[in-house]
């Protein structure tokens, strides 16, 4: 079977709904990061693509909301979120600059309007007028401060009524004590949701 076929059973199974575009998108983007070298086999960025679409949740993105992935590296979970919502407003954001041509060749292959692609820190980008509160959603994968620290960090970037989403690997254990943590960094848990296939668990924090 090839990605394509791969993604599009592993969407039905994870009950994630793509539509032929979207499915074609995504399939172009694996090419993009499989000719870069950036991604070992197909089988691992199917795993891949649906943890990131995972994370979705309606009711978190209203129509047009803009949305800042925290760390994006190549474009996880940004890309696959904007591919899934198109009228939302992305930005990438990553301390290093070594993915911003990668960025810029994604988003015009696959013509992404309302991307915004940012070379900096996190805790630079914090303090800049254009970006602090000025998300509905924050997300971040596979950052490795603490919860309460991530916590604590992007929610300075998220609108007053806004989320963030972390995605947390079993093995960090921040999980169990989530809502703690998440205090400790000045929000309040909402739900966790653990996904079975890259043994995933989203905390999703509303900010207040
Ligand atoms: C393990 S990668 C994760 C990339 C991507 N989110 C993913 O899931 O594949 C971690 C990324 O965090 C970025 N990073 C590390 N410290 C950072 C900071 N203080 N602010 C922003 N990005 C940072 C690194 O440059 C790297 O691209």
């Known amino acids: 079977m090839d990605f394509c076929a791969k993604l599009a059973a592993m969407a039905v199974k994870y009950n994630i709904k793509l539509s032929d ?27 891949t693509m649906i943890d990131c679409l995972s994370c979705y949740d309606a009711m978190m993105f209203p129509v047009g909301c803009r949305v800042i992935d925290v760390a994006a590296g190549p474009g996880f979970p940004g890309i696959p979120l904007k591919i899934l919502r198109p009228d939302s407003k992305l930005c990438l954001l990553d301390a290093s ?37 000025q998300y509905q959603v924050a997300v971040s994968r596979g950052l490795s401060f603490s919860l309460s620290k991530l916590v604590e960090l992007c929610l300075q970037l998220v609108k ?49």
């Not at 960090?172 to 848990?189: F, H, N, S, T, Y």
């Open 97 to 133: 600059d070594y993915r911003l041509e990668f960025w810029r060749e994604v988003v015009d292959q696959l013509k992404l309007s309302d991307v915004t692609l940012v070379h900096a820190p996190v805790e630079e980008v914090i303090l800049m007028p254009e970006h602090r509160e």
């Open 160 to 208: 007053p009524d806004g989320y963030y989403i972390q995605f947390e690997v079993e093995r960090r254990k921040e999980v169990p004590d989530a809502a703690a943590k998440v205090a400790a960094g000045g929000g309040q848990l909402v739900k966790t949701v653990t996904q079975e296939l890259e043994k995933r668990t989203f905390v999703y924090v509303k900010k207040g």
């Open 21 to 47: 575009k979207q499915l074609e998108e995504l399939t172009c983007y694996y090419e993009m990061l499989r000719d870069r070298d950036y991604i070992r086999n197909a089988e691992i960025t199917v795993g």
